[in-house]
């Protein structure tokens, strides 16, 4: 295979350049990179984004007039091919599909929308409905359509790229199986959470005899198929797929990333709604911890943990350190959402609830 732009991507191989095609959806951190290939102009482009501040308008004219550059440079890159190779010759449409990318990543899905639908289409004509390649291209279609919230376009063009590629790779193909789980989340998304379940499912059947159980992938399907199982109230179901999510991801990523305690913090919601207390307590008091310290004690998501174990002590009869907890909640949301907040206000007649519960409770206990 001769690839056009072969001088961009320096000493690349043909093996490597075909790899950075077929990327794992999960691998965002390799969204356009394989054995440490990356285009300069995508390099650019991704990075400006991190960089810089959104509220500095000399930066903000810098990025306009560098992603300017980076969009005249795939064009000229595009139209030099087109006139010496053909309208549809595959190396163009590589140029291009990389000018997708490129899109996307600056969250312009409409125009990576119509950009891919182009490739897509040259290389059904050049290449095949089922070449691996065209399936890309309709894969990023599916992609972008999910960004724009299209989601029964989505899940049709997932469904697409899902049974071309089971003919291509095979049905338990990474690639294969990523498109299974993008057609689950458009289920999902259109609150068609049976056919969510079902597919999540199949997804994770699937990635564990292909990629092992502990894989982020693995993982993140297991996840997602708690959560179509959680919103049809399938909560004993629900528990155990949250479960073996945390307990995989505190493996996989660490017990205080973001996903990991994402996890526990739906277990706790599952154990909660099965009037499991004790456990619920024993959840709620670990995300508390792991959240004060990976986002800060006065975060809003750490105090709103902090005043769900108070509710689960509550829940228990455990009146007096439901009371300091909700006081220690209530502290801290004055200091972090005001004194006024609806939050606060709860905390603080959460607090004084439990305080006359306690109360009762101790008269009740007091010898006459």
Not at 40 to 56: F, T
Not at 172 to 180: G, I, K, R
Not at 283 to 310: M, N, P, V
Request: proline share 1%; hydrophobic share 35%; net charge positive.
């Amino acid at each position: 295979m001769q690839i056009a732009i072969k001088a961009k991507c320096g000493n690349a191989t043909q093996q490597q350049l075909e790899l950075r095609q077929q990327w794992p959806f999960w691998d965002t951190g390799g969204l356009l990179a394989k054995d440490g290939i990356i285009d300069d102009e995508i390099e650019s482009l991704r990075w400006m984004s991190l960089s810089d501040p959104a509220n500095d308008e000399n930066a903000q004219r810098q990025r306009t007039a560098r992603e300017n550059k980076s969009k005249a440079n795939f064009y000229r890159l595009w139209e030099g091919q087109k006139h010496t190779l053909g309208e549809d010759y595959k190396d163009m449409l590589l140029s291009l599909h990389l000018r997708g990318v490129a899109l996307y990543e600056q969250a312009k899905y409409a125009e990576a929308e119509d950009i891919h639908r182009q490739v897509w289409e040259g290389r059904k004509q050049t290449l095949g409905e089922d070449h691996k390649d065209t399936l890309l291209s309709l894969h990023w279609i599916g992609m972008a359509l999910d960004n724009q919230a299209k989601y029964a376009e989505a899940e049709h063009t997932h469904r697409q790229v899902w049974e071309g590629r089971k003919q291509t790779f095979g049905k338990y193909h990474e690639y294969t199986l990523a498109s299974l789980y993008l057609r689950g989340m458009a289920f999902y998304k259109q609150a068609r959470y049976a056919e969510a379940e079902d597919t999540h499912r199949q997804a994770w059947e699937g990635q564990k005899q292909t990629l092992g159980e502990g894989h982020r992938a693995t993982l993140l399907s297991r996840y997602w198929l708690g959560q179509a199982l959680y919103d049809q109230e399938k909560y004993t179901l629900a528990a155990e797929a949250y479960q073996d999510a945390w307990e995989g991801r505190k493996r996989a990523l660490s017990e205080n990333h973001e996903d990991t305690l994402s996890s526990l913090y739906w277990l706790g919601l599952a154990l909660k709604k099965q009037a499991k207390y004790a456990e619920t307590e024993v959840a709620f008091y670990r995300l508390w911890e792991g959240q004060k310290q990976t986002i800060g004690e006065y975060h809003k998501d750490t105090l709103s943990s902090l005043h769900r174990l108070g509710q689960t002590l509550y829940y228990q009869e455990k009146y007096a350190l439901a009371a300091e907890t909700y006081r220690d909640a209530w502290k801290g949301r004055k200091r972090a959402l005001g004194e006024n907040h609806a939050k606060t206000l709860l905390s603080l007649n959460q607090m004084r609830n439990a305080l006359s519960k306690s109360s009762a409770s101790a008269k009740k206990r007091k010898p006459r």
